[in-house]
């Protein structure tokens, strides 16, 4: 099971940008897909970005997509999230997860129970 950790989290004005990073202590490249969720308090987990690592393809959620951007790098076994234009209603605890090949659970892209491995997280706060 690949331990994921991730950083850059932080506080920042509306309209501000910050990069996310999740590292992978395994092969993150051999997992079949890596996703970027968040929960605000009071909220469920939301998905926001995924990515095929394999095939690159992407997926975004309805409120990030334009502003957000997922990008992998297989050789720092690395998935980054870049964050533009945030605003208020970004802010929530960011969690980085990754689905195995062969995973039983029905994939969504952008659902949590399909993706089993989970970081701790990281804050990202965006005031007005």
């Known amino acids: 099971q690949v331990q994921l950790v991730e950083s850059g989290g932080g506080s920042v004005e509306a309209g501000g940008s910050l990069n996310l990073s999740c590292a992978a202590s395994?092969?993150?490249?051999?997992?079949?897909?890596v996703g970027w969720f968040r929960q605000a308090p009071g909220k469920e987990r939301e998905g926001v970005a995924s990515?095929?690592?394999?095939?690159?393809?992407?997926f975004y959620g309805p409120s990030v997509k334009g502003r957000f951007t997922i990008l992998q790098d297989n050789a720092k076994e690395t998935v980054y999230l870049q964050m533009k234009s945030l605003e208020p209603e970004d802010t929530a605890m960011y969690y980085c997860?990754?689905?195995?090949?062969?995973?039983?659970?029905?994939?969504?892209?952008?659902?949590?129970?399909?993706?089993?491995?989970w970081g701790q997280g990281t804050q990202v706060s965006v005031s007005s």
């Open positions: 997860a990754a689905r195995p090949p062969g995973y039983a659970r029905e994939f969504y892209p952008l659902q949590s129970s399909s993706f089993r491995d």
């Open positions: 395994g092969e993150i490249s051999s997992r079949q897909y």
């Open positions: 990515i095929y690592v394999s095939g690159g393809t992407k």
